[in-house]
């Protein structure tokens, strides 16, 4: 428990090491997850008016 | 070669299959780069555990240069031989390349506190990473400024290739000026200044960012190139109720969907 509290205290340093890694895995965990929305949404609607289109001829 | 893949068709269907590789490439070399830089990288001599914070800290910095690289270079390959892929690249790479530079930007702040006693200084180097960050959300507000993508993919173009400037400011900013950054201990000419065990982790982490670059540029590549083929068939397929077709900016502005 001493150990792992102690890796977890960073010699000193958790407020600047974790704060570094959590914004970096927010930041690019963040654009990952719009980009992945985005690209879901853009199959959907181009799927549906493709159908509409093909039903209408 | 380049008109190979000049066809959205072809580039959609090479994509598909590269994609989920690279995602999970990504995703594990990551992860590998996570485990070595927290647990099996050694604390620093000077700077004990907080030198941790460099394994994001420099590869997002490399990011941020290389991924303006590639913005300059497909924006002057999309002024030049007006590449259709070209464009659309540029345009999906930026706001991944502001990411970079953000990451970089605020790790840089929080290792810069307890090694350098201040948040923030502005010398060379911090000064012209945030000119860098400034010129992506410049970028970026540029080529969504117009209603017609093509004329905002030009005037991003432009500011895109002037701003290539900036690489070599930032790159040699800590040779040229005193600054309070260290000089480049990787990327220099002769043998890297840092320990090997300090070097496989940050090399991982490198290419786990470089293949995360790859993956988010292919998904919004794709995202971009289905939501063009959206608008096109909707303006090729508008109900004609008048003689006239629509005029695109019209009915550009009334597709809800198109724009996210």
């Known amino acids: 428990m001493s150990a792992l509290g102690g890796y977890f205290a960073m010699g000193g340093y958790a407020a600047f090491v974790w704060p570094a890694y959590a914004l970096t895995a927010a930041v690019l965990g963040g654009l990952a997850l719009h980009s992945w929305q985005r690209y879901r949404k853009s199959v959907r609607v181009l799927e549906r008016l493709q159908q509409q289109l093909g039903s209408r001829r | ?124 180097r911090l000064t012209s990473v945030l000119v860098l960050f400034f010129l992506y959300l410049g970028y970026i507000a540029l080529v969504n400024a117009f209603d017609d993508p093509g004329r905002g993919g030009r005037a991003g173009s432009v500011l895109a290739l002037v701003g290539v400037v900036n ?51 292919v998904v919004r590549m794709r995202a971009e190139l289905n939501e063009r083929k959206t608008l096109a068939l909707r303006l090729n397929n508008a109900p004609t109720s008048a003689t006239a077709r629509p005029r695109p900016d019209r009915a550009a502005s009334a597709q809800p969907a198109s724009v996210p």
């Open chain 2, 1 to 124: 070669m380049l008109s190979r893949f000049a066809n959205p068709a072809r580039f959609m269907r090479i994509s598909a299959t590269v994609l989920p590789w690279c995602g999970w490439l990504s995703v594990s070399s990551i992860v590998a780069g996570l485990y070595l830089a927290l647990f099996a990288a050694p604390p620093d001599y000077q700077q004990g555990e907080a030198v941790r914070i460099m394994y994001v800290h420099v590869p997002a910095a490399w990011m941020a240069l290389n991924i303006y690289l590639f913005v300059a270079v497909a924006s002057g390959i999309a002024l030049v031989w007006r590449h259709p892929l070209a464009e659309i690249a540029a345009r999906a790479a930026a706001p991944i390349g502001a990411a970079f530079t953000f990451v970089c930007l605020t790790t840089g702040s929080l290792w810069g506190r307890p090694m350098w006693g201040t948040w923030w200084v502005w010398d060379a």
């Open chain 2, 167 to 217: 690489l070599p400011i930032i790159k040699f900013s800590v040779d040229w000026w005193n600054t309070l950054h260290q000089p480049a201990s990787v990327l220099r000419f002769g043998k890297p200044t840092i320990a090997t065990s300090m070097l496989v982790p940050l090399l991982v982490m490198a290419v786990g960012f470089m293949l995360l670059f790859a993956t988010l540029l």
